[in-house]
């Protein structure tokens, strides 16, 4: 079977590029309410009955039985047996992958993950402590998108930050079991597990794994049953189910961003073998029909040339039809007036992956500002990033690179003010925090602080 | 009318202290169905009509009636003239605060919200360049809990992180208008708006202003209508309606934690005057009747003085009444076998403030691993954090600074990661990204990596 992949064909200067763009661009998480009321209903049974329920739903949806969690717990020999079956390739390049992931995110927590203080001028020491989080949960989806990649990119950064013990979930269902709401994988076999996800929890340090799945396990991580220990945060992509479950549990655990489908926009100014993007804008389509592969280019010939170029290596893919799809429905080649009005339409998408494909990437840089990731120069293609250059794959989709940052060792940190105020100190802030303290009307408070001054004034407004 | 404020005294050496402990300890935040569907509907409806339905939600819940938005819109003037009418005490602790506030998140955003990047030893550039959000949403709650000190803590380090709008806002519900599903306050009159919220706005550099609140507000922040702009992230306290539509929002914008009722820990080692440590847990218990105080002391002479101090000051508190109902049903005091031992239990209760009200704070401060913000030593009142000394006064609550950390700087920026591999990196790299990628399935990952090697080799499994 033969596939053609030709992304819609826009122009900045065509009058109605505004609307056509914007079509384009459109998409929105299904807010299925059907699925968000059986998540509020199994996280309110695993929180009740515990194991109970989480072997009741697994067996329901996942098609796995067995008489007590701990039977469905995995042990540190069965990663070191997954790791030492791969071939010598695969384990140097998993361990390599793991060491630069860990060497950049030793990087970042030097760059902005310590404790601060500093003392002002009447002695008062003010800072912050910043210390790891005590456990986290990381869930591993079963199925297609069983990645040991993601498994690195969110356990490295938690042992960075010092996190004590990381609990994986990861689901085993059995070969067309039922599904729905379930972990969303139906193609393992019952007692056929990933290998590969095992051989990385070995390489990352996981420290306990359970094979649960769906919202059943994001609510043993978050409340904690008899055998699976109560988490403080839980990360990690996973189903429509689950990510109504991450969500629901939000402020009984941390969790990080929901993913959407992944993206990469690519700035190129002609300077890049037209292979090369082509290929690039195939690794984003390969992952998910709905994934989105945008190119923005002010050289309407080497637009050309990049389309001859899918054309040309189209067939060549083993994922032909998912890169097809995810091309012809959502994405895009535009030509744009020039590099700077490129970097403008950039910041407009605020895409997950962007790649300045040009010999100056330098030049660019600074004019775009919203992007989970920027790889710089043609060398640059975003499957290093994704594997192995150091930092995280784990990054805002759907424009949410507005107001959200990759993965990283600050999400399993977390701060303390530091005050301590000095004798000196409480005169002057004293007399401040009374002040607007009694012009709240919270007269404790103001008292709190006048108690504190060397000449105790009267109360004002006293009961 | 007098009243008596005794919080329950428990014992670490008593054998029913576990359950007791946890008894007391018990909150959980309503999730009230109800809320939620009414909560959906409204973001559904102002989503879909914008100002149309912002009017009429402001004036169905909150009795205030307008034909658009724009008159419900305050102006620079309104916050100048509000300023220059106070006294000038006020204007001089609302610009003292709003100044050290200012100086702290600075030094903060120095320690760790900076660009940041290194070259490995083949060239490789990695690193993150750290960017502020664009424009940030401030909810300001109506009625008993409309603080002008929570508003410099949200829009101060906001501006200290870069943030061009900031945008407030503010609902001045009619009284005696219906509030359920509005803003939760019936206590303003018409045309009646908090004076020292517009001075506080003065100070704090709000951009704009809207005079609406609820769901609605929430609604018209994170969707954009007609004259409301849209913004990248929420933050600000809230009743329950506002919390649930931020919740639900979360996703099309960053919000901050959802807060529960405040919370003060003291460790006291007996060194500190009684008063001062009785006030201070009045600071607390005044705020809400759901507020939790909690002494945990290992000299139970001093717990008996600390009860007398309270006996003492409470009938000279304006606040007598929500003190005395904060303290009788949530306060507690613990005598523990140590002030190590104390440490221990205030990393399970993991509280929002956390006193060390000890000679030698930073014995004990190490010990320490869970708290929003810690104060040091007996002159360093919780009070005069919440106002002046420097760090913000948003902070986790409920035990969630587990995993979240006080409002900061660092919730008005994000970050990109920054990757340019030299071509040098692009043949080191390629080889293990691409035997990943092999690993995964993922051909066109692999083969970008491979394109970029010098030689080129030939596909693994190609169709």
């Known amino acids: 079977m033969s596939f053609t992949a030709v992304p819609v064909r826009l122009s900045t200067l065509d009058p109605n590029f505004e609307s056509q763009f914007a079509a384009r661009l459109h998409w929105a998480a299904d807010t299925d309410a059907a699925i968000e009321h059986r998540v509020a209903d199994i996280l309110a049974d695993v929180q009740k009955r515990g194991d109970a329920a989480v072997l009741a739903y697994t067996e329901r949806f996942d098609g796995l039985a067995a008489g007590q969690v701990s039977e469905l717990e995995l042990t540190q020999s069965d990663f070191k047996t997954a790791f030492d079956a791969l071939p010598v390739a695969q384990k140097a390049a998993l361990e390599a992958a793991a060491r630069r992931v860990r060497s950049y995110h030793e990087a970042q927590k030097k760059a902005g993950g310590e404790s601060w203080s500093y003392r002002d001028e009447d002695g008062t020491l003010l800072g912050q402590k910043v210390t790891p989080l005590d456990r986290v949960g990381i869930y591993v989806p079963g199925g297609k998108a069983a990645y040991p990649s993601s498994l690195i990119m969110n356990a490295v950064p938690a042992h960075v930050a010092g996190v004590q013990e990381i609990i994986m979930v990861v689901p085993t269902p059995v070969r067309g079991s039922v599904a729905t709401g379930g972990s969303g994988a139906t193609t393992a076999t019952r007692g056929e597990r990933n290998e590969l996800v095992l051989a990385a929890a070995y390489v990352a340090g996981v420290t306990r794994a359970f094979t649960i799945g769906g919202a059943q396990a994001v609510a043993a991580l978050a409340y904690g049953t008899e055998t699976v220990p109560k988490v403080d945060k839980i990360t990690g992509p996973g189903n429509a189910y689950v990510a109504s479950a991450k969500k629901r549990v939000f402020g009984t655990v941390g969790i990080d961003m929901i993913a959407g489908p992944s993206e990469i926009l690519v700035l190129a100014d002609g300077s890049t073998p037209a292979e090369w993007v082509a290929m690039d804008l195939f690794s984003q389509a390969e992952h998910d029909e709905l994934a989105q592969s ?60 962007l790649e300045i494909s040009s010999d100056d990437p330098h030049r660019w840089e600074p004019l775009l500002k919203h992007a989970g990731a920027i790889f710089l120069g043609a060398y640059t293609s975003e499957s290093l990033g994704d594997y192995c250059a150091g930092p995280n794959h784990v990054l805002p989709t759907s424009g949410t690179a507005r107001f959200s940052s990759p993965l990283g060792v600050y999400d399993f940190q977390k701060r303390s003010s530091l005050i301590e105020v000095s004798q000196a100190g409480a005169q002057s802030l004293g007399v401040i925090a009374a002040e607007m303290a009694y012009g709240e009307g919270l007269q404790a408070h103001a008292r709190a602080a006048e108690l504190r001054l060397d000449t105790v004034p009267p109360m004002r407004g006293g009961a």
Chains 1, 2 share one sequence.
């Open 294 to 353: 945008i190119l923005l280019c002010p050289d309407a010939a080497y637009i050309e040339e990049v389309q001859r170029a899918i054309d040309r290596l189209l067939p060549t893919m083993p994922r032909a039809a998912i890169i097809a799809k995810s091309l012809n429905d959502r994405g895009a080649l535009i030509h744009t007036r020039s590099m700077e009005e490129a970097c403008a339409i950039s910041n407009r998408i605020a895409p997950e992956h």
